[in-house]
């Protein structure tokens, strides 16, 4: 099992630029996410998933976007980059099924607005 | 407002002492707590869990402690390794999967 794989590594985008964030798993878990990381606040929720077609807010949802299409991938997408989105992003999966709440991160992705 | 928070930001810790991380919450409703372990440039690992019925949980080298009357967790590692060193996330949850994390500790365990 690859776990949870999350392309591009890095990234370097100019203000208003659009890309979108890869995050693939290969547990067959329900639940995914999308997390941000900055200096001194340790993870922050973005957006999540309990299933394919089923998406919510997390706790930083402004100028993201998320679709679940498949089991497997849920991308995340910055429609117009701004500095402040400059952060390392964490994608995770997790079972949802035995009351068991750990979940498995991804490498990361480091984006950079400029 | 965080309602996790790790409020040391580092410990540095003698290889084979004790290595002890402290963890405060405001949300009374957080029913199951984590703690992660982060090396540079990787994403977090799971290290351990304790949901709220229990005080105690060990695995291992590692055993986290919740006193829920005074919104506390600690992890303890023991003895503490060079590989020990690490950034460490505590997170909790109300029985779902968003998880509320602290800004974390890094751990380095010295020769």
């Known amino acids: 099992n690859a776990g949870v794989t999350q392309t591009p590594k890095f990234q370097v985008l100019k203000t208003g630029q659009s890309m979108t964030l890869q995050c693939a798993q290969d547990m067959n878990h329900e639940y995914m996410s999308w997390y941000r990381q900055d200096p001194g606040m340790g993870l922050r929720l973005i957006h999540y998933?309990?299933?394919?077609?089923?998406?919510d807010q997390g706790e930083v949802p402004n100028g993201y976007n998320v679709s679940r299409s498949t089991t497997e991938d849920f991308p995340l997408r910055l429609l117009s980059a701004a500095p402040s989105q400059t952060s390392v992003y964490f994608c995770?999966?997790?079972?949802?099924?035995?009351?068991?709440?750990?979940?498995?991160f991804g490498p990361g992705t480091r984006l950079t607005v400029t | 407002d965080q309602q996790v928070k790790q409020n040391s930001p580092s410990l540095s810790v003698q290889e084979g002492r004790i290595s002890i991380l402290n963890c405060d919450y405001t949300?009374?409703?957080?029913?199951?707590f984590l703690w992660y372990k982060k090396y540079p440039a990787e994403g977090p690992t799971f290290l351990i869990s304790i949901s709220s019925i229990k005080d105690k949980n060990e695995d291992g080298r590692f055993t986290v402690f919740l006193n829920k009357s005074a919104k506390h967790l600690s992890l303890h590692i023991v003895p503490s390794q060079p590989g020990d060193s690490a950034v460490y996330f505590c997170?909790?949850?109300?029985?779902?999967?968003?998880?509320?994390f602290g800004a974390g500790t890094t751990v380095t365990v010295r020769a």
């Open positions: 949300n009374s409703m957080f029913d199951y």
């Open positions: 995770a999966s997790g079972s949802t099924s035995g009351g068991i709440y750990e979940q498995y």
């Open positions: 998933s309990v299933g394919a077609g089923i998406t």
């Open positions: 997170a909790a949850s109300t029985n779902d999967y968003k998880l509320s």
